[in-house]
């Protein structure tokens, strides 16, 4: 549910950034057929989806890095995250509502809490490892994407949709990178390499989430009709997610992880990333 208490109000005004948020464009169903916007509407369901995963874990996150009684700024920074992703799953609420479907908010398996937060404990690791795998791998190539799915979208909603997700996106990875900065250069090289190999299985787990690894037929193949009206409404098709996706972690990704003092070993297909 969507402002169904008297805290609408406080709700609304960040949905609308204090009144600096554009207005939603209004979208016209009529002009696509109804196969196009059902397939939309699931499409900005599942995205719904990812955002509202973003708020449990950034809020979470957040609780975490209070314990480990990090400085304030990190705080305040990932703070705001947690309000950023709050207003990224309205937006795709309204996406979902404009296509003709019904937004739902998911209620499947949370991922636990750690306990027994201390420095340099057990915990400590798992939290800086969730945080480093959700900040570093997941929001900084998801705001790659968005980016390129911007540049896609033809109709002006998905455009506004995506560009009012995008401008937050594009800070949520380089907050990850800083908090990162704050733990792990100092760690033993045994921690850091066992950080390493979880990257790498979260880096495998975003190309899964993209679609991929695609066979290299289907990279090459044409778009379908149907793909092409779905990109204008701002769901790229895997072989486009995952071109960006090869580009940013070989471009972007690793070199930040190797710089933080995280031993990396990612061999990313570059001929796919300039292709
Ligand atoms: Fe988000
Ligand atoms: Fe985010």
Redesign the pocket.
């Known amino acids: 549910m969507r402002d169904a208490t008297r805290l609408k109000v406080v709700h609304r005004q960040r949905v609308l950034r204090h009144g600096d948020a554009e207005p939603a464009p209004s979208f016209v169903r009529g002009a696509h057929p109804t196969r196009v916007l059902a397939s939309a509407a699931d499409g900005w369901q599942r995205l719904l989806e990812t955002e509202y995963e ?1 708020v449990v874990i ?1 809020s979470w996150m957040t609780a975490a890095l209070a314990r480990l009684a990090a400085p304030l700024d990190l705080l305040g920074a990932f703070g705001r ?1 947690v309000e ?2 709050i207003r ?1 799953v309205d937006v795709c609420a309204q996406m979902v509502d404009a296509l003709g479907g019904q937004p739902l908010v998911p209620s499947g398996a949370l991922p636990p809490l750690p306990g027994g937060l201390e420095r340099d404990s057990e915990s400590e690791f798992e939290t800086v490892s969730g945080l480093v795998g959700f900040f570093c791998v997941f ?1 900084f190539l ?1 705001a790659l994407v968005f980016h390129q799915a911007l540049e896609a979208a033809a109709d002006e909603l998905p455009r506004w949709a995506l560009g009012e997700i995008h401008r ?2 594009a800070f ?1 990875g380089a907050f990850g990178f800083e908090a990162a900065r704050h733990f792990v250069p100092a760690w033993s090289e045994d921690r850091r390499v066992r950080l390493a190999r979880r990257v790498e299985a979260e880096v495998a787990r975003f190309e899964q989430r993209l679609g991929g690894p695609l066979p290299a037929e289907a990279a090459l193949a044409p778009l379908s009709p149907e793909v092409t009206a779905l990109e204008q409404l701002g769901l790229l098709s895997p072989p486009h997610l995952l071109t960006t996706f090869y580009a940013g972690v070989a471009g972007q990704l690793v070199p930040r992880l190797l710089e933080l003092g995280i031993p990396v070993e990612l061999k990313v297909d570059l001929a796919r990333s300039d292709s």
């Open positions: 973003s950034s995250v950023d992703e990224h929001e998801s937050d996106e949520h």
